[in-house]
């Protein structure tokens, strides 16, 4: 049997490994505001009261919206509470994903992020570099980092991670700045970042996973459905488990708009799996 740790230090403090991903309290597409916004509210309350200290935004996300909800149901922060956003795209008015990798852009959005959250600086600022929409790409981020590197002399960022970035990159950005943490692709079926997770985790460095659960396709597998229907957990309850496995480093922010997903996801933390367990979800990877 394999129990992991639960919690992991991260950006000067300790926080619990399963946190929350803000994405999908915005409207359909990532773009405009939820129907619901009550129901948006009450999931954020919830997955506090549940134990999340840790939730993942971006001022991109509607635009605006989510950030604007995560104040409206939570500011005051609780002072446990740790906010990362990210920086490097915009929307436009169809809703499109556009590159806004420019120092000046880094720093509109960066302000963006500080008054729609009600902050004076910000915990964890992510760059999100653009590459392969969801697949990082080699070449130079130096500028990029040394923006927020900036913004971090100033007061306004206290820590920076990176997302959708290569290990050339990473170490790249750590020669202008610490780096706290890396946000890319990886699920228990999108596996290119293996080796990543392992050279991050030597430097003690958090992998937080986007898409955890597949993305806006969540994960088709039925030998992961098969294992799921055995020890009586929902698919996504086991691949989340995993990850957890995976190592101690990997942080998670699954999203959800309901309230009933979350209570799911949650409770992926308290799997056990056994030997023969991982290897049967290791092995799925190559389905």
Same mark, same amino acid.
């Given at each position: 049997m394999s129990t992991p740790v639960l919690s992991y230090s991260f950006a000067g403090r300790t926080i619990n490994r399963m946190g929350y991903g803000a994405m999908q309290l915005a409207g359909p597409g990532v773009f405009g505001p939820p129907k619901d916004r009550g129901a948006a509210l009450a999931v954020l309350r @919830?997955?506090?009261?549940?134990?999340? /200290?840790?939730?993942?935004?971006? /001022?991109?996300?509607?635009?605006?919206?989510t950030n604007q909800i995560i104040r409206e149901a939570l500011h005051p922060y609780p002072d446990d509470l740790l906010i990362v956003t990210k920086v490097g795209a915009v929307r436009d008015g169809d809703g499109a994903w556009l590159p806004a990798q420019e120092p000046e852009d880094l720093r509109?959005?960066?302000? /963006? !992020?500080?008054? !729609?959250l009600g902050l004076d600086a910000l915990d964890v600022v992510n760059l999100r570099v653009m590459g392969n929409i969801h697949e990082?790409? @080699?070449?130079?981020?130096a500028r990029q980092v040394e923006a927020l590197a900036q913004l971090q002399?100033?007061?306004?960022?206290?820590?920076?991670?990176?997302? !959708?970035? *290569?290990? *050339?990159q990473v170490a790249e950005a750590q020669r202008i700045t610490p780096?706290?943490?890396v946000q890319n692709q990886y !699920? +228990?079926?999108?596996? *290119?970042d293996d080796a990543l997770v392992d050279e991050l985790a030597g430097q003690g460095i958090a992998f937080v996973p986007f898409f955890p659960l597949g993305g806006f396709t969540p994960i088709q597998s039925s030998g992961l459905s098969a294992l799921a229907a055995r020890v009586q957990a929902t698919p996504m309850q086991l691949a989340l488990?995993? +990850?957890l496995h995976r190592s101690p480093n990997v942080l998670l922010i699954p999203g959800t708009s309901s309230i009933a997903h979350l209570h799911e996801n949650m409770q992926a933390s308290q799997r056990v799996l056994s030997d023969e367990m991982l290897a049967e979800l290791n092995a799925i990877a190559a389905e």
């Open positions: @919830e997955a506090v009261a549940l134990g999340v /200290d840790h939730i993942d935004t971006s /001022d991109f996300y509607g635009p605006h919206v509109r959005s960066v302000h /963006d !992020n500080l008054r !729609n990082p790409s @080699e070449g130079s981020i002399h100033e007061g306004l960022v206290r820590h920076v991670g990176l997302s !959708n970035v *290569t290990s *050339t780096i706290v943490c !699920n +228990l079926v999108q596996r *290119t488990a995993w +990850l």
